[in-house]
């Protein structure tokens, strides 16, 4: 049976998306089933209907499944009627040679011309034969070298997760390529080296292009968009917040967040019910990085906040905003008249309204305080990095500060929600692993709230954290813009390209990773270094790589591996009976279409001692509600 509350954590309603990414007007990354469904262009229709296949608009995995991945780890259609057109269609066009480009227009168009005029024995035509044909001879090398193309139809490709058909053309075009549709095109990378290049070597010549557009309204010249002086600026003031005495001040604070998520979980197993994970994990990081970032309490563990719903809003509006073809939005009336704009504007209201009152109070008890603060600004009362920023005296505007809280609220609660949850799905394949998970989790901690001294001993725990991160990484694509021209993997880019880094396709390399498909933690020996894109010569890129590399990345690696342990520790889970197959859809970060819906069993015994493990928890002090 499923958890049906309207309040704390749910089941079966999806759990609530965060933006989706924008190429041009058209988003590749939007849950597929938050799209206009899918509709087959003419000349698709009439080959599916050659092939017998349905054409209407149902046929589509409009219904928001995605390609799943099976028990081992390989690729599968995860289209639950078959009849998609998208896995096997693009199979079929990409061999069909479809997207194939065919060597030079130019000598293309001017072939014929050149044989009629070749047929003169004597005359002029003879001679411009041959000079055309010198032309074409040089048209065709140029086209040689030219960046491998793959054109189409963008419908064909957005009907799924982005990465997936990403990976199939990478596989046929290599590892740079461009991607036409029309007159839009965007480069796909998929090769280490040339992350590395972008991410690291040249990476004063990539903006954050058609990311920071679709953000603005959300996140202004916060972190994640902002580029230049702005990014710059922002990040020197930022990251010295998360210092060792936050994070360790935090891992506290995650272990008590954690408990009180159990709590909810365990009265759902005593009502007999199954717990939606995802959206379970949603909640429980939302509440997290509200403590972490402004000292709020969300709760949304236990209820749904007007804020909450506020937040969700405009990540949908975002997303909305990434497939809309007209921006409508731009002009002033609409967003009076149209009533989900006007819904749009009352959230951001809402948002703006909380994030003032937030930042009131925390400038009220910095004044009050009366204590000399260190270097870290670390306040007993407001551990924040709202508080760390407001008493670094930095001068920074009203609207700077709610943009660096905005970002900081949306980058660090989807991402790490999403690494849950897919760890927990990978688990559920390894028993094996999971085992050994939990027997170095009883030996670590037993029933203790974990340390930062813990989560150094957690070396499992922490393998098995990247491991997935590896095999789903958020985001599964990274976006830029060339500013100037430049060459990437041997082939010419115009500034002004956009270009998707695919970690995905990275992740998934067969000619770097053995089994790159499996899921296999003991491939990141514990006695080694905790994988990162150094070690693994950016082919691996959980947290990006160079100068706009994540500044949360420790942060959210103990979070993660908290929340794991103290799951862990008290329940074991599998799926829950006539749950849904787990497929894949893409917001920002990777999300399950239809949840990842799971049954609950109390841990009872230690293994180490036999003392019974739930009966024995101390709960924090805030009561749980379901
Ligand atoms: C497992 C969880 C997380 C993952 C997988 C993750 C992943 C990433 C990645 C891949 C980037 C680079 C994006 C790019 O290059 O385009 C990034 C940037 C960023 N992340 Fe995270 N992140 C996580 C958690 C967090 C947390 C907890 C915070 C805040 C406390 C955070 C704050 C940021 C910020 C501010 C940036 C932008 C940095 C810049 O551009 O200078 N992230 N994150």
Known sequence: MILQSGKGIQTQQAPLRGPGVILGQESLLTPSHRRAPFRPCRQDRQQRRQRGLPVCASSSNGNGSGPSYSRNGNLSNGNKSGSS????????????????DQGSTKERITRPIRKA????????????????????????????????????????????????PLQKLAMIYGKVFRLSFGPKSFVVVSDAEVARYMLMTNAGNYTKGVLSEILDFVMGKGLIPADGDVWKARRRAIVPSLHRKYIENMVGMFADSALHGVSSLQQAHQAGKSVEMENFFSRLTLDIIGKAVFNYDFDSLTHDDPVIQAVY???????????????????????LIVPRQRRCQAALATINRTLSGLIAKSKRVFDEEDQEFGEDFLSEEDPSILHFLLAGGDEITSKQLRDDLMTMLIAGHETTAAVLTWTLHCLTDRPDVLKRLQHEIDTVLGDRKPTLDDLKKLRLTTRVINEAMRLYPQPPV??????????????SVAAGSDIFISVWNIHRNAGFWSNADSFDPDRFPVEGPIPNEITENFNYLPFGGGRRKCIGDQFALFEAVVGLAVLLRRFDFQMAPGAPAVGMTTGATIHTSDGLVMELMPRVHNELNGTPILEELAMPASAPVA
């Open 117 to 164: 005029l070749a047929k003169d024995p004597v005359g002029p035509g003879r001679n411009i034969a041959l000079r055309l044909a010198k032309a074409g001879k040089g048209w065709k090398a140029a086209a040689a070298v030219r960046m491998p193309e793959a054109r189409g139809d963008i419908r064909e490709i957005i009907g799924q997760p982005v990465f997936v």
């Open 313 to 335: 809003t405009v990540l949908r509006e975002a997303e909305y905003r990434s497939t809309y073809p007209l921006p409508y939005w731009n002009l002033p009336l609409m967003r």
């Open 478 to 491: 990274l976006i830029r813009r060339a500013t100037e021209d430049d060459v990437l993997g041997g082939f």
């Open 85 to 100: 057109v998208s896995n096997k269609s693009l199979d079929e066009r990409i061999l069909s040679g479809e997207f194939t």
